[in-house]
């Protein structure tokens, strides 16, 4: 079974500090990474992606990969109230040719005034 | 910006009867997908479908369930006789292509059987 994890929280940070979202994964074939946000009643919203080792930025959001611990993360910089959502991890194994996500159970983080 | 859009937001059926939920994809993406998440639960993958036929499926995906492109734009989902669980939000995505792409989703419909 191919499961993703998360901590289902709540995270509560304060406005204007860091949040850190962690995600593991089981499957080793994995490719593909995803953060989505998910405000209650909404759709997923893509955030990031990210496909190899290392780091990526953009804006107030670093993605983190590191295949060799199965360990995807999120940071968020200078949180703000509107950040406040539910952060979900999706993880892409590319097996079966049909591009499947698979979804942790998200995150839910809330940016305290 | 091109969005995936959805049709109904909500639709309300009795158990057993059939439903059809629509969505446009955004017009130059070749995958299409549908997931589902049940109040409180987790996002859950239905089946993707590329090229006029299905790429791959959950086992949540049973005979009960089909999906076509009747058209250069919908993509549907069907569910010929609707059980008491099948209550849940249904969620339209697309990709441009397969490997490392993005997929981005509908707002949903919100299926409810009563």
């Known amino acids: 079974q191919k499961e993703v994890e998360q901590n289902s929280g709540p995270l509560s940070v304060p406005e204007g500090a860091i949040a850190s979202l962690n995600c593991t994964y089981s499957?080793?074939?994995?490719?593909?990474f995803f953060w989505y946000r998910q405000y209650s009643g909404k759709s997923p919203e893509l955030i990031m992606s990210?496909?190899?080792?290392g780091d990526k930025e953009d804006g107030r959001f670093t993605a983190q990969l590191n295949k060799a611990s199965q360990y995807v993360s999120l940071l968020i910089r200078d949180s703000q109230p509107s950040d406040s959502a539910t952060y979900l991890c999706?993880?892409?194994?590319?097996?079966?040719?049909?591009?499947?996500?698979?979804f942790g159970t998200g995150t839910q983080l809330k940016v305290e005034l | 910006e091109p969005e995936v859009t959805q049709t109904p937001s909500h639709q309300v059926t009795q158990m057993g009867q059939e439903v059809i939920l629509r969505c446009v994809p955004i017009?130059?993406?070749?995958?299409f997908y549908w997931y589902r998440q049940i109040l409180g639960q987790k996002v859950e993958f239905l089946v993707s479908?590329?090229?006029?036929?299905?790429?791959?499926k959950s086992e949540i995906f049973d005979d009960q369930f089909s999906v076509e492109r009747p058209d250069g734009s919908n993509f549907t989902l069907k569910i010929r006789s609707t059980k008491l669980e099948d209550s849940a939000m249904y969620f339209c995505?697309?990709?441009?292509?397969?490997?490392?792409?993005?997929?981005?989703f509908g707002p949903g419909t919100r299926l409810t059987v009563l």
């Open positions: 995505a697309s990709s441009e292509w397969q490997g490392e792409d993005e997929q981005f």
């Open positions: 499957d080793r074939g994995s490719q593909s």
């Open positions: 990210i496909y190899s080792n």
């Open positions: 999706a993880v892409n194994g590319v097996t079966g040719g049909g591009n499947k996500l698979t």
């Open positions: 017009s130059n993406h070749l995958y």
């Open positions: 479908f590329y090229n006029n036929e299905i790429s791959e």
